[in-house]
């Protein structure tokens, strides 16, 4: 499966795909119901006129919903995908070999119903964000499971640590 802004190798699977909840376009699409509100109450008691304003509150909830429905993410066995835009449209892909660190953040609303944002620390270039997915925590396990950057392991075994200490040990001892 190959979609017409991101590209798949031959070897390569995809992992997951996503999009953010359609309540990330509460916020907005509110705001646009309060101008639209604020136009009538003026239009009716003002000037008939002033109700044309309440178009530009109809836009400012119809760009918020275009804003998140087409914003897209895809994970594959190489690479993060992500794709913004209304008008124009805005590609990024980030090589799993690229990914320093994961980290999910989930506010109060989004512990409760299950969403969150994923953080991507990218090598040589800006973080990528992947705001108000389902099951945060899942994807980022699934990136840090790709990328070998999981923190829970140390490297190495004990006999190398201790070989390491032993070493030190004698550096520390020839110096005093």
Known sequence: MT??????????????????RLSAALGGGMFGLVIVAVALLAAATVDAWIAAAGLFGVGVAGWEFLRVTRTKYVLTTRAIWSKRGVLGRSV??????QVQNTAYTQPVTGSAFGYG??????????????????????????VTDRTGTDDD????????WQTVLSVVRDIKAAIE
């Open 153 to 160: 392991e140390l490297p190495g075994t004990v006999e190398q």
């Open 3 to 20: 979609g017409d802004w991101w590209f798949q190798h031959d070897d390569e699977t995809v992992v997951w795909t996503g999009s953010p």
């Open 117 to 142: 944002t994923v953080t991507v620390e990218v090598a040589g270039g800006p973080d990528l964000e992947l705001r108000r997915i389902d099951d945060p925590q899942t994807i980022r396990r699934e």
């Open 92 to 97: 990024r892909r980030v090589g799993l070999s």
